[in-house]
């Protein structure tokens, strides 16, 4: 905790641009969402409840001062086909190759990236980090918005 993980820039389907992560250093704290999205599978809100639950509580993160960036391993094009199908408005990034992923170390099941979040505070210091596991694959935006709470 309190270092700096990895700078990044990666295209954000939802609004059409590049976004970099150390564009926000010094201004806002941001949560960075690793999104567990297998394009074998319909992007219904049931197979992705946590990316529906932290899309529901976007508003709730601005409004406390912070970002959120949810990564998904996907293409573009497969990254467009969830905001459509969950008609998602916070700002989710592409990463087909995995690399941001990697750099993170969120870990890989079946050939697919693990879910995981990241709280950065405004310095973009590492302040609250959860990695998947079977008992706790994700951590639900309650916890994450609590975590905010104490920065």
Not at 21 to 39: D, E, T
Not at 118 to 133: K, M
């Amino acid at each position: 905790m309190g270092q700096i993980p990895p700078d990044f820039a990666l295209w954000d389907v939802t609004h059409k641009r590049t976004v970099r992560l150390a564009n926000w250093r010094g201004k806002q704290p941001v949560v960075v969402v690793f999104c567990r999205i297998a394009a074998a599978i319909a992007y219904s809100p049931q197979h992705h409840t946590h990316l529906v639950a932290m899309n529901d509580t976007y508003t709730q993160f601005r409004n406390a001062g912070a970002e959120v960036l949810a990564v998904s391993p996907q293409p573009q094009r497969q990254t467009q086909a969830v905001v459509d199908d969950l008609g998602l408005s916070l700002p989710l990034l592409s990463d087909p190759t995995g690399s941001v992923f990697r750099d993170y170390q969120t870990g890989q099941a079946m050939g697919a990236p693990l879910p995981a979040q990241f709280l950065l505070d405004a310095q973009g210091r590492l302040r609250y980090c959860h990695l998947f596991s079977l008992l706790h694959p994700v951590a639900l935006p309650a916890a994450l918005l609590a975590a905010l709470e104490q920065l």
